[in-house]
């Protein structure tokens, strides 16, 4: 994928340096505080940088429409209320950008100005200007510029979104970001399943495969090119690998038994999945340039759903060795397997943050299937989630918003999020229904 | 998959099966009249040596329906997240066995299957278990193991399209599936 060019702004001028100084406490959002009030923020459409056309619409129009997409990724995190722009006082011009009206701002209650330019380049792409505000201060709180394709304006926004997120809350974004996932249709009995992806928000919907081949659990590599996934093509359940862009499909290795549960190393070199032999499901590793397998635990258990930590020296699994479903931790090599769940029910399906901070599982009980986060330690465990079938968590790239699917009792099943706070649980909308997600890491 | 031919398939080998076995008294394939169905012309074709004449005798030998007729069903079932084979399970799969060395050449794949109430990767592994549970007994009854393969389809394809004990104890299974003979 395209990279989107950092750009200095040339647009400051030297009132601006003389206000960038913050009076008082620096604007903040803070995303552990638990119950809170979403910070009302304006969003108001960014300006046109000059009269040019692009191929995907007049300056006018995309300002219009960066400002659509940064409010709503702002608002999906929970920690932002984009205000109605009917409200607005005023408008936004291109003078504005740079010296705002924040006694109109103020009048509506707005603590924070995102606003910006949209500017077409001799080339056919497009700069977007992207400023945010402290509106009580009236001082600015970050500003970028990004350089792209026209067609690259949606990603231009939604690193502006997260430019005022980490700016705001202190945390790496996550807007940039793909999720690749299960789409499901028919009954259960003769459920269809093709791998789809889109971004994070929804947009650039497609599917990867047609159908014709039960898929499942597919995961993205640290370069988020190739996705890893399991296939029954030809009644032969394995681990493969699908390349973005070529769409190319390669069965991993040359396997005699199931190989399954599959995921990437951090550093993208190898892959760990279970493989069941006769019955016996254990944990390999495989790596891609050699080809060589290593075998991770042995005994008679299931051990299966592998999942590095983000520096790559562990990895958490789950084993039913002690007579029901739990999570364990070893070292990459294998060794030092120990059992770190020790919650009410069975504990599955862990996937290590990427900040390496959580640990996020299911918590099968009662009935019952939740989202649970608990330290690498297995200390601090915390439910967020209760569902007939909630499931199959994945990690933002930011490790601050866990992806799983719901499933209900009718066999319907789509996209979910919710914060490691376990608040602003929130559907994730698909085409058709929806499972296995995996949640890109922040895009180049 | 071969476990539902076409109709008409299984009318062309039945044809083919009754012809090869006439030999001692030629069965006469007529056409039937153009008012009446297939199906209904059936019945009336005399069968040499066969004393139940009807539906048993559109069965064909080493089919999927001759295993669920002789075994008495092609599927065993499992108790909530176990693989072992309970005493109804023991004697299916003793009649499959039997039926198996009837039926020498051919070939079945074991088919594990999980209900909806385990996660995707665990019950992927659990039909796993259940599959060669009933492989194993198999091979315990002196089957060849050249003969038997097995699946896991975890929970992704249920008998039964339901979320009660009914419907998840009906997919908690592992279904024996001819596949050449």
Known sequence: MRSILLAAILLASPALAQTAAPLGAPLRVDINAGLMQPMPIAVPAFAPGNGASTEAGTTTQLGERAAQVIANDLKSSGLFKPIDPAAYTTTVGIDDVLKPDFPAWRTIAAQALVTGTVTANPDGGITLACYAYDVFAGSEIARQGFVTTAAGWRRAAHKCADLVYSRLTGEAGYFDSRIVYVSETGPRTKRIKRLAIMDQDGAGHRFLTSGQNLVLTPRFAPGQQTITYMSFENNRPRVWLYTLGTGRQEAVGQFAAMTFAPRFSPDGQNLVFSMAVGGNTDIYRFNIATRSVTRLTSGPGIDTSPSYSPDGSKIVFESDRGGSQQVYVMNADGSGQSRISFGEGRSASPVWSPRGDYIAFTRIGGGRFGIGVMRPDGSGERLLTNGYQDESPAWSPNGRVILFARGDRSGRSGLWSVDISGLNERRIATPLDASDPAWSPLLP | ?181
Request: charged share 25%; net charge neutral; with cysteine.
């Open chain 2, 1 to 181: 998959m071969t476990r539902h031919l076409p109709k008409f398939t299984l009318m062309a080998t039945l044809a083919l099966t009754l012809a090869a076995c006439g030999a001692k008294k030629k069965v006469e394939l007529e056409a039937p009249p153009a008012t009446a169905r297939p199906e209904a012309a059936q019945p009336s074709i005399p069968i040499q040596g066969d004393t139940t004449p009807g539906v048993a005798n559109s069965i064909i030998p080493g089919s999927q329906e001759d295993l669920r007729d002789k075994a008495g069903t092609d599927t065993v079932l499992f108790a909530y997240d176990s693989y072992e084979l309970d005493p109804d399970a023991r004697a299916t799969l003793t009649r499959q066995a039997a039926w198996l060395r009837a039926n020498p050449s051919v070939r079945v794949t074991l088919e594990g299957h999980c209900d909806e109430r385990g996660t995707r990767e665990y019950n992927l592994a659990l039909g796993d278990r259940r599959a060669n549970s009933a492989k194993n007994f198999l091979a315990s009854q002196g089957i060849d193991v050249a003969r038997l393969t097995t699946i896991s389809y975890g929970k992704e394809k249920p008998a039964v399209d339901g979320s009660d004990e009914a419907a998840w104890a009906q997919n908690r299974r592992a279904v024996t599936v001819v596949m050449s003979r």
